[in-house]
């Protein structure tokens, strides 16, 4: 089964241009973490990983300055999870003048 996720995940990569890819929230693509948890830890660890990206890689995370640490987090939409800057995507911070 982890060949088939990371066959398919190969197949989107081919198939679909990336210029028609929706913008990702994180600093790696779903796609390549998806791929890369899949290769590394097996197939359980990459459909949880897939499962995760697809519940929070989404509208609704709320990107704000910690007044503690004055770093730039994001709140992903699940309201729990907190993701430090390195981890969110250029292309998000830039839209948002951080």
Known sequence: MKH???LVI???WQ???VYKRNTCLFSVSCSHHVFNTTAKKGFKAGLT???FRF???RRGSVLFINPVTKQIQMVLPNGI???ERED???YLLS???F
């Open 4 to 6: 088939v996720l990371l």
């Open 10 to 12: 190969r197949l989107y």
């Open 15 to 17: 198939i679909i241009p």
């Open 49 to 51: 990983a897939f499962w």
């Open 55 to 57: 519940k929070n890689c």
């Open 81 to 83: 999870t907190v993701i």
């Open 88 to 90: 969110i995507s250029k």
């Open 95 to 97: 839209k948002q003048n």
